[in-house]
């Protein structure tokens, strides 16, 4: 937005005005959305294809695969399990 002041009179006869006041829009904050897949590479993949026909996320925004520690996470892994993730940011 532009705004103009002027400090002498005004030109061509114009009557001075207070400047407009500024509305600033305040964003909410955005949801964060993690989606998480644990299973063998083959099963993670069939699962990101899935979502991709169903038009829900594209190949490309899942993470690459990642190896699941032994110990594994908060799951137990079964051997070979990767992991890969999809982050979303949703409106409140």
Do not use: C, K
């Not at 993949?45 to 520690?69: C, K, N, Q």
């Amino acid at each position: 937005m532009l705004q103009i002041q002027y400090f002498l009179s005004a030109p061509l006869g114009e009557s001075a005005q207070p400047p407009a006041s500024v509305n600033v829009t305040v964003q909410p904050r955005r949801r964060r959305l993690r989606l998480y897949l644990v299973g063998s590479e083959a099963d993670t993949r069939s699962a990101i294809d899935s979502l991709h026909i169903l038009g829900y996320a594209e190949r490309f925004e899942w993470s690459r695969v990642i190896a699941m520690p032994e110990n594994g996470l908060v799951i137990r892994p079964d051997t070979d399990d990767v992991l890969r993730y999809l982050q979303r940011y949703r409106s409140p």
